[in-house]
T-cell receptor
Framework: DVKVTQSSRYLVKRTGEKVFLECVQDMDHENMFWYRQDPGLGLRLIYFSYDVKMKEKGDIPEGYSVSREKKERFSLILESASTNQTSMYLC??????????FGEGSRLTVL | GDSVTQMEGPVTLSEEAFLTINCTYTATGYPSLFWYVQYPGEGLQLLLKATKADDKGSNKGFEATYRKETTSFHLEKGSVQVSDSAVYFCALQFSGGYNKLIFGAGTRLAVHP
């Protein structure tokens, strides 16, 4: 079975903290994505990666960075969390030309 | 730029009612179109897709037809069940773009017994 695993389902952090969201896929997919989901806005692409150590900005990269040191793992980093980054974060992966598979999401609250 | 517009929710229906969720898109080329579903507490999963004009995607009793002339991809189901309660997302994708998807805002469906 296809599996995309996000390390934390729920996190609560304080303003200014550094936050790491981890995503692992077991399907040997080249492409991986980080989206944030907000009510009324749908899913917005933060960053994506098409290969190890390669990354591209999505539509809303400000305040975020990413790391992809291994093919199966794609990390989203909030260098200094702010309250407007309170959201649901969804990771996805796909082979070239294929369907996106999503993780269950990480709900982050920044106080 | 490219975008997807969905009807606003929530949509509230009784069991066995007919469902339509409207989706229109704006795109400079000929994208593939998708419907994803998100059940409570879960991530998104692909419901159906269509890759070219006049294609019909179908799955679990849901259908959607790719209409190039009206730039639409409306989701329909003849008889909804309580278990269909979820958030439905319409999305488009261009080939050659690392499979990036552009999503609509989502439509929440609540089905009551």
């Amino acid at each position: 079975d296809v599996k995309v695993t996000q390390s934390s389902r729920y996190l609560v952090k304080r303003t200014g903290e550094k936050v790491f969201l981890e995503c692992v896929q077991d399907m040997d997919h080249e492409n991986m994505f980080w989206y944030r989901q907000d009510p009324g806005l749908g899913l917005r692409l933060i960053y994506f990666s098409y290969d190890v150590k390669m990354k591209e900005k999505g539509d809303i990269p400000e305040g975020y960075s990413v790391s992809r040191e291994k093919k199966e793992r794609f990390s989203l980093i909030l260098e200094s969390a702010s309250t407007n980054q309170t959201s649901m974060y969804l990771c996805a992966s796909t082979p070239p030309g294929g369907e996106l598979f999503f993780g269950e999401g990480s709900r982050l609250t920044v106080l | 730029g490219d975008s997807v517009t969905q009807m606003e929710g929530p949509v509230t229906l009784s069991e066995e009612a007919f469902l339509t969720i409207n989706c229109t898109y704006t795109a400079t080329g000929y994208p593939s179109l998708f419907w994803y579903v998100q059940y409570p507490g879960e991530g998104l999963q692909l419901l159906l897709k269509a890759t070219k004009a006049d294609d019909k995607g179908s799955n679990k009793g849901f259908e959607a037809t790719y209409r190039k002339e009206t730039t639409s991809f409306h989701l329909e189901k003849g008889s909804v069940q309580v278990s269909d309660s979820a958030v439905y997302f319409c999305a488009l994708q261009f080939s050659g773009g690392y499979n990036k998807l552009i999503f609509g805002a989502g439509t929440r469906l609540a089905v009551h017994p």
